[in-house]
């Protein structure tokens, strides 16, 4: 067991963490304002090929390890702004469309995603579901060499912007309750295609979340991803996939909240001296800081096995079980530090919490992955 | 078009900090980087590769972690990386660098151009890249905010205090950068994922054709005396009354009082 990053990794956290001090710190506080970032964003991070990293070259990625992806993940955490969702939708997507595609798939669609002309997006989530996908009501009808969508989906991330997402389905010709949810690839300018503006969170101002409905959209069937009948497998890839990057992410946070209160604790002076020499204090540093540890080293296995091509189903939810509370936990306690200084918006640590709350929920929710986590156990 | 690009290791002056006892900077686990203004001189030479195609070849002296910093420019996009290492090499000054890095240029041949930057962070004397251009006989254009190449020629603006000249040399030529140049840019993943992949050509003294002692230590006319930190003079603050306007009045009387202005 090798607890050290390669040289090339150390140097991409580098360059990763030397991307968000030039293109993202500047322009946090705008996305807040507007709630939205700036539309050259992902134009941005394909210029410094952070897209399709874990793409093969000849489809215009980068071909590197989902280890790297997690690195940088966690720098663009620990910037405390949205802005590593629109990459990492488009590198999970990507992800997914190279592992899942036809070679016409591929080519056609991985490209776009990995040079940074279109947004990814990806669909699950509708009014009346999130976590169970017998309850989906998009449809998808076959017509001659299309299928004709209707329906509404909810939440979806980035799907207002231009570019692909891959939605799941009920396939209007398969009977199988438990095998008749496609993959559809949508070309998010469809005609028919519109969306609703971007729904307002307690977090993550700019997530561009938005509702989206489908009216007689028609997509190509050479469009479908994988096979028909076999979206679900598919999405409970990408979501695995999500969930350890999502964990990354969750890392970097908790790594700026910590850095924050030890910060704070040498600044602050309490009866004439700096919070830090209070021996409660430094127990709540030490707590924090082994708690910011254990959730990257998990972090970083689950991503090794998925290099490794291993089951990552399992560990992916552990990371929800685990990483997620305990993050949540650092945020709280960061804040907690700061006294009233951390409820107030003069300082970043309220805005780390509130992200922190959405991991529980996002990419699966917190109790679906102990139910995923606890049946393996005992089947 | 051929270009050579002169880097220095420094440490990281974010992460300095000085023994208050004696006053002198610890150097202990502090980490290297690139000379920051260095990567204005790999910048600007990246940027005249993708005008006028060519290769970029980076080129260092110093102990055997410069090798860190070859790898970092290999990872922002350079072609080649040549470097200098030699116990002989120790305790140069910046004539002898500029002789070192002389006789690799030598070595190396074939370039159109040399970039440097302007002055190292931690040496700043801004004379390697000067000297450089002397040991070669080639024209030096220095403090370089803009650079144009155009027929064998090259131009450059260089800023001098608080005006502007437009400078012209044939090439070969030698240039240092300024800070405000340009913005070095973020290596991109896939090139340091191929930074690694590179070769690294290491020479040492007998590999270059020159006179041993004028390398390193020997090789250097200045020598260091003493390295002290200067005795600070405590001043005494005075709070100036009254209103914004009036404060400000006495705050000027005092300076010419003192001659200042
Ligand atoms: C910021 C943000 C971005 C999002 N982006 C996307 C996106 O890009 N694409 C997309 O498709 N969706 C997206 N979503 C939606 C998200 O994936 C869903 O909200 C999530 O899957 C949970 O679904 P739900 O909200 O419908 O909750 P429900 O499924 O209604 O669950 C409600 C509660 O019941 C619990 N529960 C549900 N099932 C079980 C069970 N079997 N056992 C125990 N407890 C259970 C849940 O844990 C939860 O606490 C996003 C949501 C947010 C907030
Ligand atoms: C403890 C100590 C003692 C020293 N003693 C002396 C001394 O006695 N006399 C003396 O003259 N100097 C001395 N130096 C300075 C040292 O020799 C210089 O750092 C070195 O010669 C480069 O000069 P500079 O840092 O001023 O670089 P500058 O001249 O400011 O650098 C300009 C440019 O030249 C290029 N360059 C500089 N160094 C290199 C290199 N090694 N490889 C490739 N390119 C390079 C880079 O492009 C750089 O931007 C001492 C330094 C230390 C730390």
Redesign the interface.
């Known amino acids: 067991m090798d607890f050290t990053l390669s040289?090339?990794s150390k140097?991409?956290v580098?360059?990763a963490s030397?991307?968000c001090e030039?293109?993202i710190l500047p322009i946090a506080d705008s996305i807040i304002e507007n709630n939205d970032y700036p539309e050259d964003l992902l134009v941005k991070f394909a210029?410094?090929?952070?897209l399709g990293?874990a793409v093969p070259?000849e489809y215009g990625g980068?071909?590197?390890t989902n280890l790297?992806i997690i690195l940088?993940a966690e720098e663009l955490g620990k910037t405390g702004t949205v802005c590593a969702w629109p990459m990492l939708m488009n590198n999970s997507t990507a992800e997914t469309i190279y592992r899942w595609g036809s070679e016409a798939v591929r080519e056609k669609f991985l490209p776009p995603l990995c040079d940074g002309s279109a947004y990814a997006s990806t669909a699950f989530t509708e009014p009346a579901t999130g976590s169970d996908p017998t309850a989906i009501t998009t449809t998808a009808v076959p017509d001659g060499d299309d299928f004709i969508v209707n329906g509404a989906k909810r939440y979806i991330t980035g799907g207002n912007k231009k570019g692909y997402g891959v939605f799941y389905v009920k396939d209007g010709e398969l009977k199988d309750q438990k095998a008749n949810v496609t993959a559809l690839i949508v070309d998010k300018s469809s005609e028919g295609y519109t969306t609703s503006a971007p729904w307002e969170f307690m977090g993550l101002e700019g997530m561009n979340c938005v509702d989206v409905f489908f009216k007689d959209v028609r997509v190509p069937k050479s469009n479908v991803l994988g096979e028909r009948g076999n979206g679900f497998r598919i999405l409970l890839h990408w979501i695995a996939v999500e969930r350890i990057e999502q964990a990354g992410y969750m890392v970097g946070l908790g790594q700026a909240a910590l850095d924050q209160a030890v910060k704070y604790t040498k600044e602050r002076l309490v009866r004439g001296k700096p919070m830090a020499f209070m021996q409660g204090i430094q127990w709540m540093l030490g707590d924090m800081k082994s708690r910011v540890d254990a959730c990257r080293y998990l972090t970083y296995r689950a991503a090794c096995i998925h290099d490794e091509e291993g089951p990552f189903d399992v560990v992916s939810s552990e990371l929800k079980i685990f990483v997620v509370p305990t993050i949540q936990e650092v945020t709280r306690m960061a804040l907690q530090i700061h006294g009233a200084y951390g409820y107030s918006k003069e300082y970043k640590i309220e805005g780390l919490f509130r992200i922190a709350a959405h991991a529980g929920i996002v990419a699966s929710s917190t109790e679906l992955n102990k139910t995923i986590a606890g049946s393996a156990l005992v089947r | 078009m051929n270009i050579i690009v002169c880097i220095k290791q420094v440490p990281d002056v974010k992460e300095v900090s000085w023994d208050p006892k004696t006053g002198s900077l610890i150097r202990k686990g502090i980490p290297s980087i690139i000379n920051p203004n260095d990567k204005n001189a790999i910048e600007a030479a990246l940027q005249l590769r993708e005008r006028h195609g060519g290769e970029v070849t980076v080129l260092s002296m110093g102990p055997s972690q410069v090798e860190d910093a070859l790898r970092e420019a290999l990872g922002m996009g350079v072609d080649k990386a040549i470097q200098l290492t030699s116990k002989e090499f120790a305790g140069s000054d910046t004539w002898a660098t500029s002789y070192a890095l002389g006789l690799a240029v030598r070595k190396i041949a074939q370039y159109d151009l040399i970039i440097c930057g302007k002055e190292a962070i931690d040496g700043m004397t801004a004379q390697v890249g000067p000297q450089l251009a002397e040991c070669l006989n080639i024209p030096q254009l220095t403090y370089a905010l803009e650079i144009e190449v155009t027929n064998s020629k090259v131009k450059i603006k260089q800023k001098l205090g608080d005006f502007h000249r437009l400078l012209e040399a044939p090439m070969p030529a030698l240039i240092t950068v300024e800070r405000e140049a340009n913005k070095p840019r973020v290596a991109p993943m896939d090139t340091i994922l191929e930074a690694y992949g590179k070769e690294i050509t290491l020479w040492d003294a007998d590999d270059l054709d020159g006179e041993d002692e004028n390398f390193g230590l020997k090789g250097s006319p200045t020598k260091l005396t003493r390295v002290y930190t200067p005795k600070l003079i405590k001043g005494k603050v005075e709070m100036l009354e009254g209103g914004p306007e009036e404060a400000a009045r006495k705050c000027v009387e005092k300076i010419r009082a003192r001659y200042i202005i």
């Open positions: 040289p090339e140097m991409m580098k360059a030397d991307f030039k293109e210029k410094v090929r952070m990293l070259k980068v071909g590197t790297n940088i």
